[in-house]
């Protein structure tokens, strides 16, 4: 198959300016003149869309050989590349070279449709991040199931289990076919052992998940209060 090179791309500098139009060729010289890396934003005009330049099927290549030795064999065993990791939201902003270092600590687990993640009351000791398919959290109450939230690509759940350690809250199963990521407790504190600089990132997102979730929650409880507070005033 042969690339298009007539298509134009723009990429966006340090300086916060687009530069281009320009052809593939020309997108080529300005990596391997280090002006745009695996990192930046290139708009594809055939598409009118962002993307990061690794993220690019035409520019994969290019960026593949660069990966560290211990990286690039941590993503041949996962059968995932840097650039994937940045489908999970709480890691579209961590850099590309702290994505390629956090290969080591992650594991990939397929999980089939209806298959069961994670299960109520089981010792919880991991985060898991959903990278393809959808999976559901439910309660059995009464024999019937209860659906407590549905996931998709990018969300992921398990935040608390990887810092307390505490029993599941409820039954994870997946909706279809499904890919996650697992980061254990275990491999999170090697990843502070051995890899600060990429521990304090992957920290700092993972609290950000966890004060989205407080706010949610918090939301959600001051709704009931008012709801219940209404029903109440007008049943007097």
């Known amino acids: 198959m042969q690339t298009d090179t007539s298509v134009n791309y ?3 500098g340090p300086d916060n300016i687009a530069y281009g139009p320009v052809e593939l060729p020309g997108l080529v010289t300005w990596i391997k003149q280090g002006k745009v890396t695996a990192n930046s934003w290139v708009f594809r005009e055939k598409d009118a869309t962002w993307s990061r330049a690794s993220d690019l099927t035409e520019l994969k290549v290019l960026f593949k050989s660069k990966l560290p030795p211990g990286a690039a064999a941590s ?3 996962l059968g995932i590349q840097p650039g994937s990791l940045r489908r ?3 890691l579209a902003d961590v850099d590309e070279r702290l994505l390629a270092s956090l290969l080591t600590y992650l594991e990939v687990v397929k999980v089939p449709a209806f298959g069961v993640v994670v299960t109520k009351g089981e010792h919880g000791d ?3 991040m959903v990278l393809e398919g959808e999976v559901r959290a439910r309660v059995m109450i009464g024999g019937q199931e209860t659906t407590l939230a549905t996931l998709g690509v990018g969300e992921c759940f398990g935040e ?3 810092l307390d350690q505490g029993p599941r809250s409820a039954d994870v199963i997946a909706n279809q076919p499904t890919v996650v990521i ?3 407790a275990a491999a999170l504190k090697k990843m502070f052992t051995e890899a600060p600089a990429l521990a304090a990132p992957f920290t700092i997102a993972l609290a950000r998940v966890i004060s989205q979730r407080v706010r949610v929650l918090t939301k959600r409880y001051e709704d009931s209060i008012h709801f219940s507070r209404t029903a109440g005033a007008a049943g007097a």
């Open 10 to 12: 723009r990429a966006w």
């Open 75 to 77: 993503a041949e065993a």
């Open 88 to 90: 999970i939201k709480m």
């Open 126 to 128: 991991a985060l898991f």
């Open 160 to 162: 608390l289990a990887i």
């Open 182 to 184: 697992k980061v254990s």
